[in-house]
């Protein structure tokens, strides 16, 4: 299992990952409803062999950061 944490001191609008491929965001219909936190945690379960993870936090300023990783087990 993967742990991802994400912190922003502004609070964090949503975060969005693609895993394998396969697409997850907290804000999955587009609404604009933000998180308001400063910090999340998301856990993602891996598969046998290669996992490409891409995850991109979105702060209520609207800056963005984005994190690409390949984990094999």
Same mark, same amino acid.
């Given at each position: &299992?993967?742990?991802?944490?994400?912190?922003? &001191? &502004?609070?964090? !609008? !949503?975060?969005?990952?693609? @895993?394998?491929? &396969? @697409? =997850? #965001?907290?804000? %999955?219909?587009? $609404?604009? %409803? #933000?998180?308001?936190?400063?910090? %999340?945690? *998301?856990?993602? !379960?891996?598969?046998?062999?290669?996992?490409?993870? $891409?995850? $991109? %936090? =979105?702060? *209520?300023?609207?800056?963005?950061?984005? +994190?690409? !990783?390949? +984990?094999?087990?």
């Amino acid at each position: &299992e993967l742990v991802i944490k994400v912190r922003d &001191e &502004e609070n964090i !609008k !949503k975060i969005e990952l693609s @895993f394998n491929g &396969e @697409f =997850y #965001s907290t804000d %999955a219909e587009n $609404t604009g %409803a #933000s998180l308001d936190l400063q910090e %999340a945690e *998301v856990r993602q !379960k891996l598969n046998p062999g290669e996992n490409v993870i $891409t995850i $991109t %936090a =979105y702060n *209520v300023s609207g800056l963005s950061e984005q +994190v690409t !990783k390949t +984990v094999t087990i």
